[in-house]
């Protein structure tokens, strides 16, 4: 799995209130819910996010509320892949299972700043900042948690499995 978009830097502890509000969770609609992420962060994200693009954040990215709303919202809104520091523990298993890729990696995080173009090779593990040319290792996924982002969250990877598609 390969990724390549403009980064989009956000500090630590980005809850998942701010993901996507409180407000909006009577929806499970992925498209209502990407017009509102992280709105109440940064009010432009949403019209500057493009298809592709790449959050970089800083520690403990999805704290909070155990709500799978906000990687929906992330994913719905474009972003195909979240490198930070640290993750959440529940968020980290929310987004694999809603089939948002999501990477470990503090010296990336700490090197990539704000608009700069990023390529994320998921299989491999290496983070390049195209802007820069600094490279970077992350750990792989391994090839059940491939399979599973591949196939868009695991409620589509079971249905592949159980030949249900």
């Known amino acids: 799995m390969q990724f390549k978009g403009t980064a989009h830097r956000y500090g630590r ?13 009577n929806t499970s609609d992925p498209a209502e819910l990407a017009k509102h992420c992280l709105e109440d962060l940064d ?8 298809p592709g693009d790449i959050i970089v954040a800083d520690e403990n990215f999805g704290c909070g509320s155990s ?6 919202a992330i994913k ?24 948002l890729a999501i990477m470990e990696c503090p010296e990336a995080v700490d090197a990539i700043k704000q608009g700069d ?7 491999s593990g290496v983070i390049v900042d195209e802007t820069t040319g600094a490279t970077f290792q992350a750990q792989p996924f ?9 196939a868009g969250g695991l409620i589509n990877r079971t249905r592949q499995k159980l030949g249900k598609e």
Not at 13 to 25: E, F, N
Not at 142 to 150: D, M
């Open 76 to 99: 719905a809104a474009g972003v195909d892949v979240v490198v930070a520091k640290s993750f959440a523990r529940i968020f980290y298993r929310n987004s694999i299972n809603t089939g």
């Open 117 to 123: 173009v990023v390529s994320v090779d998921a299989d």
């Open 43 to 50: 009010t432009s994200f949403v019209e500057r996010v493009k």
């Open 142 to 150: 391994p090839p059940f948690i491939r399979e599973i982002i591949e």
């Open 67 to 72: 709500r799978e709303h906000a990687p929906i």
């Open 13 to 25: 502890d980005v809850d998942t209130d701010v993901i996507i509000p409180a407000r909006y969770l």
